[in-house]
């Protein structure tokens, strides 16, 4: 696949829901990268992603709403925007607006770097 099918085949599918399915589009030996500041913000390994996205997932109480965007593909790299409105069950309600960034390597996700303001949280994260 080109990386313009793989970016469009990742946002389908987080598009229509399907987080676990393009999750499963990662590298087994892929890193994800959240912003600096953020506790373990390098995560190595596509398990050890499949699972902090799962804990994140379990930290939501409420979605109220999202986006996401459609991809821009530059070489073997695509950026999607990305929106969300959430209450979460330790910080309450925040609304995050992003910019992931994905490399493509063989078909498969093998970077993902996240591009947000850190929300003011009182105490930092």
């Known amino acids: 696949m080109t990386t313009k099918e793989v ?3 990742f946002v389908n599918l987080c598009k ?3 987080y676990d399915e393009a999750y499963g589009m990662y590298a087994d030996n892929a890193v994800s990268e959240e912003m600096p500041g953020v506790p373990n913000n390098v995560t190595k390994g596509k398990a050890n992603i ?3 996205f799962q804990q994140w997932g379990e930290s939501i109480e409420e979605m109220h709403g999202g986006s996401v965007g459609e ?6 790299h695509f950026v999607v925007p990305m929106s969300m409105d959430a209450t979460f069950k330790d910080r309450g309600r925040q609304q995050m607006d992003e910019l992931c960034v994905y490399q ?3 078909d498969q996700i093998t970077r993902a770097t996240y591009h947000y303001q850190l929300p003011d949280m009182g105490q930092g994260m």
């Open 7 to 9: 970016a469009d085949k």
């Open 16 to 18: 229509e829901g399907k």
């Open 50 to 52: 499949l699972k902090e």
């Open 71 to 76: 991809p821009m593909v530059a070489g073997n």
């Open 104 to 106: 493509v390597e063989n």
